[in-house]
Every structure is written in structure tokens, then in C-alpha cells.
């Protein structure tokens, strides 16, 4: 699907967050030695989309001026399975994290970049969220 305005990213930035969220509350609850540091990031996944919420709502005015900032963004490239499958274990649990931060990471720098003429706040901090996100994935790995 090809994002254009504010409001079609904030809703893929909610599916995102929400789906990593939930996959990493549901494989915490499967394989205990990942579980605190999966519950950590489930936790902070939700505050980074309140976060950038926030900065949305704040700078409402500027958004809705600079209403086509995110033409040809394609969220096909960044979307990810969050099924666990039967026989999964810890390993491929870190590996599918390393890949949907990996993802996640990469449409936080490409919405700020397509955003970065028309609106200050906002890449500002999708950029420093895919920096967690970058270090999320290099600790993982």
C-alpha cells in the first residue's frame, strides 16, 4: 500500500508497533531466557508510538499543509509475518527480531527522509527511534 499523507503513516506506525509488540509478548511467554528483554521492547514499542503520536498531534497544522510529504511510500517492503511458528526456537526468535527491527528501522528513516523538507518535528523523532531500533537489532544479531 503506498502511504501519501500523515494520517496513512500514523495508522502503518500503529500496525507496526502494535504487531512487533504483541510478537514480542507472545514469544517472551514461550521462551523465558528472551523474556525480559522481549518484554522491554513490547513495552517500549508502545511508547514509541505514543510518542510519535504526540509529536503528530502537536504539529497537526503543519501536517495537514504538507499533506502529500510521504508520496511513494510503499509499505510492502516493511511489512513482516508475526506467526511463531511450532517448531521455533530461541534462535529463530532472534533472528525474526532482528528482522522485523531491521524493517521497522528502515521505514522510520525513509518516512523522515521523504517528510524532512515539510515537517521538522516528526523526522526528528523517527529518527531517533529507528536509532533504538538499530541498536535493538545489532544487540539481537
Known sequence: MKLNTMAAVMTFISKVED?????????AEKFPELKEELLKWSKENRKFEKNIK????????????????????DTEQYEFDTEIPQEADSSWVKKKAAEIEGKIKDFYLKAAELSESLLADIPRVL????????????KIQ
Do not use: H, M, W
Open 19 to 27: 504487531d512487533s509488540a504483541g510478537f514480542y509478548e507472545r514469544c
Open 127 to 138: 529518527r531517533k527511534i529507528a536509532k533504538k531500533r538499530e541498536d535493538r537489532f545489532l
Open 54 to 73: 504526540r509529536t503528530y498531534y502537536g504539529v497537526i497544522t503543519d501536517t495537514i499543509e504538507s499533506n502529500f510529504s510521504f508520496e511513494g511510500l
